[in-house]
Each structure stands twice: as C-alpha cells, then as structure tokens.
C-alpha cells in the first residue's frame, strides 16, 4: 500500500491555524530538583520560557471523544489531540511547547485579587465586564472596561469607574484558547519507509500550567 506524504499534509494544512512557541528550560531550574524559582525575573518561576510565535497548521480534536487515548493515563477536561503534518515547523515540537489557537476562543470569568493573581493569563480578545460589591456586600459596581497590557495587567485611564485599590474585582470576556504539549502519544506511525508521516501529541490548556 502506498502512502503519499504530500496528501497527508495537504489535508492537516487545510485544518486549523495555530501559534507555536517553542519551550526551553530556564537556567534558574535546579537541575537536581527540576524546581524553577519563584522569583526568577526571566521565567516568572514558571522554569521555561518560550520562543516567539510562528504560525503554523494542524488538526485538532478533543481527548474525550476518543476512549482508547483515554485509556491512555489521566487527562483534565479541556484536553485537546494534535495531529501535525510533517512539513510544519510546529512537527519539531516537544514537551511545553505552547499552542495558541488564532481564531477559536472561549468565554471566562475570574475574579481578580490584587497582590495575589492581579494579571489575566493568554491573550485577551475582549473584556465584557468588571464589577465588585460595595462595602456592604449586598450591591453589584458596575466598572469601566479597562485596558489589558503586555504583562497580562488591567489598567483604567483618568475618568474611567476603576475598582478600589485591594478589592476584589470580576472580569468576564473572552480570549483565545490556548494549550502547551503535555506529552507525545507512542505511535510508530511517525515514519514508514523513510517517508515522515504526520505526528500526534496530548496538549493540555495552558491555564493549568499555572501562568501566562
């Protein structure tokens, strides 16, 4: 039976567009424990740090319609399974590698505690709304839409209703969906005859790596 590598990868680049970042590990990272710092001002104590993006192709379905990679270990929901064609650069990815979808997004709603998790993490599309309670507890502030910076924080400009400094505060939007590779699935169908046929990996949404 013959394979044609060029119709494989025809069809994944006809799929989804993606932005990947290729990971390394941060010098910070103890190379006995594996432990990053947590003050480190280069990694965030995240222990990687990534390239800058580039945009690439790919097919992408969800773990939980598929009970045979299930069965594969354990997975949280919101896991996706990437299959990459051999001629993208996104084929050379490994473990923490970052994925960030280009046009599929999803809803979220936080609650934001200044000095404790006071920066939205991925990349931001919209926000449709912040509000807190009043000192009393028992009424809604409705706040001015901010604007969302580089680092992930919330800022509001002269005449704009802010929330109060260290109070809790609602954001709801939506942003891009964003995954890192958890792990390559074993598979031998990488390579037949010499030709590389397209590649798959677990990916898991990033908000469970703990960050931006």
């Not at 995240?46 to 594969?72: H, L, P, S, Y």
């Not at 400094?165 to 005859?193: C, I, M, W």
């Amino acid at each position: 039976m013959d394979f044609s590598v060029d119709f494989f990868n025809g069809m994944i680049n006809n799929m989804q567009a993606f932005g990947w970042r290729s990971a390394s590990a941060c010098p910070c990272v103890d190379p006995t424990t594996g432990a990053s710092k947590p003050n480190c001002p280069v990694c965030k104590g995240k222990g990687r740090i990534w390239a800058d993006e580039v945009t690439c192709f790919a097919g992408m379905q969800n773990m939980r319609n598929d009970k045979a990679f299930a069965q594969f270990g354990t997975w949280e929901q919101g896991d996706a399974l990437f299959t990459v064609g051999s001629d993208s650069p996104m084929y050379a990815a490994a473990q923490y590698d970052r994925i960030r979808a280009l046009y599929a997004t999803v809803s979220f709603s936080l609650v934001i505690e200044p000095g404790a998790n006071d920066k939205l993490t991925g990349t931001i599309k919209s926000i449709s709304a912040v509000f807190w309670l009043d000192p009393t507890g028992t009424q809604i502030i409705q706040g001015s839409i901010p604007t969302v910076n580089a680092d992930g924080s919330l800022s509001w400009t002269t005449g704009q209703t802010a929330p109060p400094a260290d109070t809790a505060y609602t954001v709801t939007g939506v942003k891009y969906l964003e995954f890192y590779v958890y792990t390559h699935l074993p598979s031998t169908r990488n390579n037949n005859q010499g030709a590389s046929l397209p590649v798959k990996f677990l990916a898991r949404r990033f908000d469970l790596y703990g960050g931006r």
